[in-house]
T-cell receptor
Framework: NAGVTQTPKFRILKIGQSMTLQCTQDMNHNYMYWYRQDPGMGLKLIYYSVGAGITDKGEVPNGYNVSRSTTEDFPLRLELAAPSQTSVYFC?????????????FGDGTRLSIL | ELKVEQNPLFLSMQEGKNYTIYCNYSTTSDRLYWYRQDPGKSLESLFVLLSNGAVKQEGRLMASLDTKARLSTLHITAAVHDLSATYFCAVDTPNTGNQFYFGTGTSLTVIP
């Protein structure tokens, strides 16, 4: 029972490079989310999706893009990486009606931009 | 914008003592979630509170929700070292398009 799987776990990027953070879930959840967590801080929502083909911006979407072509996958794309994007990125999902259930989180991707 | 505030931000307590973490939020909601995060780890769901007056307990932790006061509490009874972690509350509402808003977290250290 894998739950929410994120890859890679760690990554170092140079300024200006691009990369995709992968997230997949095997719980048939409709709702998926991307958060970033800066050191000693809470979680800030980057993007979320309520189903395949539907995405929406969260609190801090600038510098990121997402897509949701399948129920299982919700990749996060960083274009032109900047030092301010150094953070830990968490993907989460929840099923049923979206709310009323807690989110299941992946183990996170620790990203450093140098 | 919905705001979720926790206090205290940092809490150092001795084993065996009791304490309460508070979570205030700025808009009407009857859905409140508590999570635990160990250092360098992901978030783990602790409690889901879905109505005014809801109370949930698991071991030494008890969570409650007062939707009229827009307040949730996480009470720790007779703390043990294993409870050392960061605790987050989160709120979602029908009006926020299925978004969850997290508090800043309370970092708890239990000292032997």
């Amino acid at each position: 029972n894998a739950g929410v799987t994120q890859t890679p776990k760690f990554r170092i990027l140079k300024i200006g490079q691009s990369m995709t953070l992968q997230c997949t879930q095997d719980m048939n959840h409709n709702y998926m989310y991307w958060y970033r967590q800066d050191p000693g801080m809470g979680l800030k929502l980057i993007y979320y999706s309520v189903g395949a083909g539907i995405t929406d911006k969260g609190e801090v979407p600038n510098g990121y893009n997402v897509s949701r072509s399948t129920t299982e996958d919700f990749p996060l794309r960083l274009e032109l990486a900047a030092p301010s994007q150094t953070s830990v990125y968490f993907c989460a999902s929840t099923g049923g009606g979206g709310a009323y259930q807690p989110q299941h989180f992946g183990d996170g991707t620790r990203l450093s931009i140098l | 914008e919905l705001k979720v505030e926790q206090n205290p931000l940092f809490l150092s307590m001795q084993e065996g003592k009791n304490y309460t973490i508070y979570c205030n939020y700025s808009t009407t909601s009857d859905r409140l979630y508590w999570y635990r995060q160990d250092p360098g780890k992901s978030l783990e769901s602790l409690f889901v509170l879905l109505s005014n007056g809801a109370v949930k307990q698991e071991g030494r932790l008890m969570a409650s929700l007062d939707t009229k006061a827009r307040l949730s509490t996480l009470h720790i009874t007779a703390a043990v070292h294993d409870l050392s972690a960061t605790y987050f509350c989160a709120v979602d509402t029908p009006n926020t398009g299925n978004q969850f808003y997290f508090g800043t977290g309370t970092s708890l250290t239990v000292i032997p």
